[in-house]
């Protein structure tokens, strides 16, 4: 009913997604440990360290598609690995930047990253005197420092491998010819009043009330709908459905939330045809209400 990824893999296709990582995790834990330094808020520090993974994930989450990699387990590992492999560095980079604003030693980073030995003898050091201190309190140091850096360690490593991993389940793959999806159709449809049938309906094969919907607006509760489909033998298809409801808290808060109804649902050629027929209505039905709903507004005015 659901595609989920065959679990096939080669060893070239690591080999070529590590390396892609690698280089992304070079360049992006240099800027991140200089720029950790200039960054005094803690909430600004700990966004940061989400930001790195999150970047590192889908560095290496785009090598594993290249790599034509469709095993999650391995993904994911590497993705994990890769992180971690970024945050060395990053400390690294931190610690040679921090002993030179310090005038305490002028070293280079990679001779840092090179020596762990030396490196773990120097993060030792300046876990003893601390760098940096909550509002215009003493500077942060020992047990209590080891917990954030454990914290930011556990962050951008976990952070690394769940984006490596969603990344690479956002893609499908046919196998009998051996390449990735693409997108086939995309559409924005009103939603229907009953969306959990609508879930049953999807699974049962029956696109008929998907069919019947209208199109969609971005600042009210809609559908988006994404066919995936091999260009190759156009035999193998997928779908996927988001329902968008948007609200405004007490407060006047937009709030944007996102509930997956199916993702990567398996479709045969027909309704996969049905289904862009349909983009295509939606798509045209889109154009005319547009002018008319700028001719409304103009109007009232």
């Known amino acids: 009913m659901y595609y989920k990824h065959s679990g096939r893999f080669t060893l070239g296709g690591l080999v070529v997604a590590g390396l892609v990582g690698c280089v992304a995790a ?52 590497l993705s ?5 492999l970024a945050l060395y560095v990053s400390w690294a980079v931190w610690v040679a930047s921090t002993l030179e604003s310090q005038n305490v030693q002028k070293i280079s980073w990679v001779d840092a990253a090179l020596q762990p030995g030396a490196l773990w003898n120097a993060i030792c050091m300046i876990n003893k005197y601390g760098t940096w201190s ?3 309190g003493p500077a942060t140091a020992g047990g209590f420092l080891w917990f954030i850096w454990f914290l930011e360690a556990a962050c951008v490593i976990g952070v690394g491998a769940f984006v490596g991993l969603a990344v690479l389940q956002a893609h499908t793959f046919c196998e009998t ?10 559409l924005m ?18 696109l008929r009330t998907l069919e019947s919907l209208g199109p969609g607006a971005k600042g009210t509760d809609h559908l988006d709908v994404a ?16 329902h968008t409801m948007i609200r405004r808290s007490k407060t006047g808060k937009l709030q944007v939330t996102n509930h997956t109804i199916v993702k990567h649902l398996l479709l045969g050629p027909g309704h996969a045809e049905t289904l862009r027929q349909h983009s295509e209505k939606v798509s045209q039905a889109a154009k005319i209400a547009a002018p008319m709903a700028k001719g409304a507004a103009a109007a009232k005015q």
């Open 26 to 77: 070079l360049i992006l834990a240099y800027a991140y440990g200089v720029g950790i330094i200039h960054i005094p808020e803690v909430k600004l520090a700990a966004i940061a360290a989400v930001a790195f993974g999150c970047l590192v994930g889908v560095a290496v989450g785009y090598g594993l598609v290249w790599g034509k990699v469709r095993n999650d387990l391995a993904g994911s590992l």
């Open 227 to 242: 066919l995936n489909s091999c260009e190759q033998c156009c035999q193998f298809h997928t779908m996927s459905v988001v």
């Open 189 to 206: 449809l009103a939603p229907p009043s009953d969306v959990a049938q609508l879930k049953l309906q999807l699974e049962a094969n029956d």
């Open 177 to 186: 010819c051996g390449i990735w999806c693409k997108r086939g159709a995309k």
């Open 80 to 84: 994990a690995g890769v992180s971690a």
């Open 134 to 136: 909550f509002s215009s």
